[in-house]
């Protein structure tokens, strides 16, 4: 019972993480139609931001953390929307879900070239202390990062249910024409998106990265398991994210020790396709909107 | 007026060409990108150093070495493309590649081309494979394997062994050789546990390798997974001895995993803190020129060209079928070519046999605790 509890609260921890990912997806793929297949390298971003911050600027490592948020907010939301998603997402999904392989592409061996190949240790938000819960090894570090991770997706869907900003980007999430008849600043609603996905990506980064270590091909991974993630819950929901970045979390955990290690990665991938196969709007998408 | 302004840059084009020219060039087909970035990098940087100090000696024969670097991505395919191009050139000797998966995919190419390839694999098949043109620049885990599981028996004294490899042609090789070696000694594989390359989360493989209830846990990962396998199995207190052979006591984990580090233990076949004085100059050159210290891929990088410099110097000339024939059988000293660090006699097959060493990581630093002798005197 240990064992399973261990790996549930691993699994959650693990999951919260890919959550903070996967909403980023279902966030731009709501307000405009963006399929950013350079998500995971945007959650591998910011940590080197902060670490180069620390090398190269001699910042304290909170400072860190402020100039990654700072920079993945112009670089991963501005500059990526002005210059890669504006231009393309007038010639259809595919050329701009090509350039964002591209970017992928470029960001890991711009990371490489520029910093380091070799994996860089992280410096902990949270003390590495160990405690101990109904028998279970708990980390301090992973307990904050479960905790900020929830306070993050409490906060935003609050901040999009509650306030009069985050109506306006559902609305605009849900029909473009019509918020803008109805005097919603669509192009700005679009751009609060991309900042959002920034920030989010921004504290995936500094909270996956202590553990996971700092390097430049983690994104992939980790892009893979939050676009699963993403479909598994609902491309069109913030909630189905969050469900399904918890439920590839633990599934990939529990299938290593009940199924097999060999085939650990393989169980979220059958679950996919069967969420496919069965239920295309994902586990809590909604049918009448958008299916991916 | 213009035309004189142009005449030494003339002048000193046509001295250099010919110079150009006359340079092996060899071609080092390493994994510089993808997966296996960290140890191509390191390959990278032990080869260009050892052929600046050759080239500064004057060359091998009297002619300089260039290296040409190409990128395999850390893909098989890419590797075998990359050496079948490169064979079309003819070169004298192709280096690498590191990953074992990528030297299966294209050892056929160099044996047929008979054109000596001196890699970084380290998988127990590549040898077994009949290629005569084929070099190890470390033990192959035929050669490793047998020295860990004589300790795991003799020294921590395990009745049983939980194994965890990583799924590719590296680990897979590894796990197959020590269970072979561990069945033989009557020591029982309570488990063996594959994991990824890349994986993040081994909390999952900590609790089987817990639920194995096995007297030492033998590690077969890369330097990154073996670190965040540490770490993990610190937090989930698993209190087994935990026993490796060269990637678990690397630099880089003890850099990653920190205080998890502490207490492995195992067998190292390369490693900067041997207490061989050659070696340890080799180590502090590396870390000044590159500001890292060295792991066992940058001196694997840096006895290639010395390899091939002892081989040729054998041969007696620059002829790619004489450098292979050369290897066979050849022990290169450190009194004739200081650059190899350590004695190392290369068989028939290609398979490298030297002194290794028994290590410990202690208070965030590899100190080797015993060396053992080289398996035919």
């Known amino acids: 019972m240990a064992d399973f509890l261990q790996l549930l609260i691993a699994g959650i921890a693990t999951g919260a ?26 959650v591998m971003l910011p940590a080197f931001f902060a670490l180069a911050a620390m090398k190269w600027g001699g910042a304290p490592f909170w400072l860190a953390c402020l100039v990654a948020v700072a920079m993945s907010l112009l670089i991963l939301g501005v500059a990526f929307k002005g210059l890669i998603v504006d231009p393309l997402i007038k010639h259809g999904a595919m050329p701009l879900v090509i350039s964002t392989i591209g970017l992928s592409i470029f960001l890991k061996d711009g990371v490489k070239d520029a910093y380091s190949a070799e994996a860089q240790p992280f410096p902990a938000i949270f003390p590495d202390r160990l405690i101990e819960i109904l028998g279970v090894k708990v980390s301090l570090a992973q307990i904050g990062v479960l905790i900020i991770a929830f306070g993050v997706i409490f906060v935003l869907q609050w901040f999009l249910g509650g306030t009069r900003i985050g109506r306006q980007m559902q609305a605009t999430a849900q029909n473009p024409t019509v918020a803008r008849i109805l005097g919603v600043p669509v192009e700005r609603m679009i751009l609060y998106t991309f900042l959002i996905n920034a920030a989010l990506a921004a504290m995936a980064s500094l909270l996956i990265s202590p553990i996971y270590l700092a390097k430049f091909s983690s994104g992939e991974t980790l892009g893979m398991a939050a676009f699963v993630a993403a479909i598994v819950g609902g491309f069109n929901q913030v909630r189905g994210a969050i469900a399904g970045g918890i439920i590839v979390g633990v599934l990939d955990n529990m299938a290593a020790v009940y199924v097999s290690t060999a085939y650990r990665q393989a169980v979220p991938l059958v679950l996919l396709v069967l969420i496919i196969l069965f239920r295309p709007q994902g586990l809590l998408g909604r049918k009448e909107e958008r299916a991916v | 007026m213009k035309f004189k302004g142009l005449l030494p840059f003339a002048v000193a084009v046509s001295l250099a060409v010919p110079a150009l020219a006359q340079d092996i ?13 960290t140890v191509g990098n390191n390959w990278k940087n032990g080869s260009s150093l050892a052929v600046e100090e050759i080239n500064a000696a004057g060359g091998i024969l009297g002619k300089k070495i260039a290296l040409e670097f190409v990128d395999t991505a850390s893909d098989p395919g890419k590797a075998r493309a990359a050496i079948q191009r490169a064979l079309d050139d003819k070169p004298m000797a192709i280096f690498g590649p590191i990953y074992s998966g990528s030297v299966n995919a294209t050892l056929k190419l160099t044996a047929e081309a008979e054109v000596p390839q001196i890699i970084g694999g380290e998988a127990a098949n590549i040898t077994a494979q009949g290629s005569k043109y084929i070099f190890r620049t470390s033990f192959g885990q035929n050669v490793s394997m047998p020295k860990i599981a ?22 897979k090789g590894g796990s197959t050789s020590i269970i072979k070696e561990l069945e033989a000694r009557g020591i029982k594989v309570a488990a063996n546990i594959s994991t990824e390359a890349g994986q993040a989360d081994f909390a999952a493989d900590v609790v089987k390798v817990k639920g194995a209830n096995a007297d030492a846990v033998f590690i077969y990962l890369n330097e990154e997974e073996s670190a965040r396998f540490l770490i993990e199995a610190r937090k989930q207190n698993l209190d087994k001895p935990m026993l490796g052979e060269t990637t678990l006591l690397g630099q880089k984990v003890i850099d990653l995993a920190k205080e998890a580090a502490n207490g492995a233990k195992g067998h190292v076949g390369l490693t900067v803190d041997a207490p061989i004085p050659a070696v340890q100059a080799f180590g502090k050159k590396f870390e000044e020129k590159y500001k890292y210290k060295s792991d066992h891929n940058g001196m694997k990088g840096y006895f290639a060209p010395y390899m091939l410099k002892a081989a040729v110097e054998k041969a007696g000339k620059w002829d790619a079928k004489a450098i292979a024939a050369a290897l066979h059988g050849l022990t290169i000293t450190t009194d004739k070519t200081p650059g190899i660090l350590i004695e190392g006699t290369w068989d028939d097959t290609g398979e490298i046999d030297r002194i290794s060493f028994l290590a410990e990581i202690k208070n965030g630093k590899q100190v080797i605790t015993e060396t053992l002798p080289k398996l035919k005197k």
């Open chain 2, 150 to 171: 004589n300790y795991i028996r003799d020294g921590v004294k395990a009745k049983s062994v939980a194994v965890v490899f990583v799924n590719n042609d590296f680990g």
């Open chain 2, 25 to 37: 060039k060899i071609p080092n087909i390493i994994e510089l990108s993808g997966g296996g970035a």
């Open chain 1, 17 to 42: 993480i890919y959550a903070l990912a996967a909403i980023g997806f279902t966030l731009l793929w709501q307000t405009s139609q963006t399929i950013n297949f350079a998500q995971g390298e945007f």
